[in-house]
């Protein structure tokens, strides 16, 4: 076979979809193999260039590819759309990335490492356990409703709604017992989600930039954790605004004509990431408000200028481009002259 210079492949569960070209950009292979038969030609094959779509097995098959001695790159799957011709297939997707990871200005996804995807999943378990608790917090306040017991809002509120259910025996035994059989569900997922984060405060203790990240006002040690959990490689960002980009926290351009027009935030990029940023900065806002905080004199004079939400998310995007800065030089956060809170 014909020197192969770069090879794009097209992953599934089984069957995986080949496309290489040799030096003068020409197709020389299309291949169609299974699990096995892929591992077998990858060995045997010369190191070259691997692209591979960015998603859940990819980074798997970029350190197996590696330890062969090939160099791998993965693409975000929205880089490589443009590229697919005509009808989409598994030789097209292919094709497709061979393609796309031979311009220039294309951006690829570093690959993480077993350790790095395992921390990962701690903070998707969290997140999913928090979802459920949720759901089911929901759904006791909405049957306690229907029988006339209400609770204020907050989580904190359930176990005392729960303890009156048990109490009051103007509902029906049945009505009581279901309610219980849901009381015992809530305890055992708040048990679960308070094991899951003692282990990510253990990680988060541990690590020497999470530490630093987590003096950041309104980031703390969940904001920390999932700040250098989820950033792919901070020095890949030219800047703290590109970093922000990613994040989604700058507006949208619809500039054209020379005319600027920016609408709201991208929403590009991790949304759990984005989220806690968010809803840290909204904490720090709710202090400053309260008279409880210090706050800077930019942030004083947004909050005089703009809504709240607004200077929420203006606070998140500053926080993003202070936590990309420390992780890049190894820097320890300094807190700006601040003045007392909203006068």
């Given at each position: 076979m014909e020197r192969v210079i770069r090879i794009g492949m097209d992953t599934s569960k089984h069957v995986f979809q080949l496309h290489g070209v040799n030096a003068a950009e020409e197709p020389v292979l299309r291949k169609t193999l299974r699990r096995k038969e892929l591992i077998k030609f990858f060995e045997k094959l010369p190191p070259t260039v691997i692209g591979i779509e960015a998603c859940g097995g990819a980074h798997y098959w970029g350190r197996l590819l590696q330890s062969f001695g090939h160099d791998v790159k993965l693409l975000p799957p929205q880089y490589v759309k443009p590229y697919v011709k005509r009808s989409k297939n598994d030789a097209s997707d292919a094709e497709a990335l061979c393609e796309a990871?031979?311009?220039?200005?294309?951006?690829?996804?570093?690959?993480?490492?077993?350790d790095?995807?395992?921390?990962?999943?701690?903070?998707?378990?969290?997140?999913?356990?928090?979802?459920?608790?949720?759901?089911?917090?929901?759904?006791?306040?909405?049957?306690?409703?229907?029988?006339?017991?209400?609770?204020?809002?907050?989580?904190?509120?359930?176990?005392?709604?729960?303890?009156?259910?048990?109490?009051?025996?103007?509902?029906?035994?049945?009505?009581?017992?279901?309610?219980?059989?849901q009381g015992k569900e809530y305890a055992q997922l708040q048990t679960q989600l308070e094991g899951v984060e003692a282990r990510l405060l253990a990680w988060q203790r541990a690590d020497s930039c999470s530490r630093r990240l987590a003096q950041i006002p309104g980031v703390g040690p969940i904001g920390a954790s999932m700040l250098v959990m989820k950033t792919p490689a901070p020095d890949r960002f030219r800047s703290a605004r590109h970093f922000a980009a990613w994040l989604g926290l700058t507006p949208r351009d619809?500039?054209?004509?020379?005319?600027?027009?920016?609408g709201g935030i991208t929403r590009a990029g991790d949304e759990a990431l984005r989220s806690v940023l968010v809803l840290g900065a909204t904490a720090v806002l709710r202090q400053v408000r309260n008279g409880r905080g210090f706050a800077s004199p930019w942030l004083i004079q947004m909050?005089?200028?703009?809504?709240?939400?607004l200077v929420a998310v203006a606070l998140a995007n500053k926080m993003a481009r202070i936590a990309w800065k420390l992780m890049v030089t190894g820097e320890v956060y300094r807190r700006e002259p601040v003045l007392s809170a909203m006068g």
């Open positions: 990871m031979s311009r220039p200005t294309m951006r690829f996804v570093p690959v993480k490492t077993a790095q995807q395992a921390a990962l999943m701690l903070v998707g378990l969290r997140e999913r356990l928090i979802r459920y608790r949720t759901q089911l917090a929901n759904a006791i306040r909405s049957y306690a409703a229907e029988f006339g017991l209400s609770a204020a809002q907050g989580v904190c509120r359930i176990e005392p709604l729960l303890d009156r259910i048990a109490t009051d025996k103007s509902l029906p035994a049945l009505a009581r017992d279901l309610l219980a059989v619809h500039s054209t004509a020379g005319k600027v027009r920016l909050l005089k200028r703009k809504p709240p939400k």
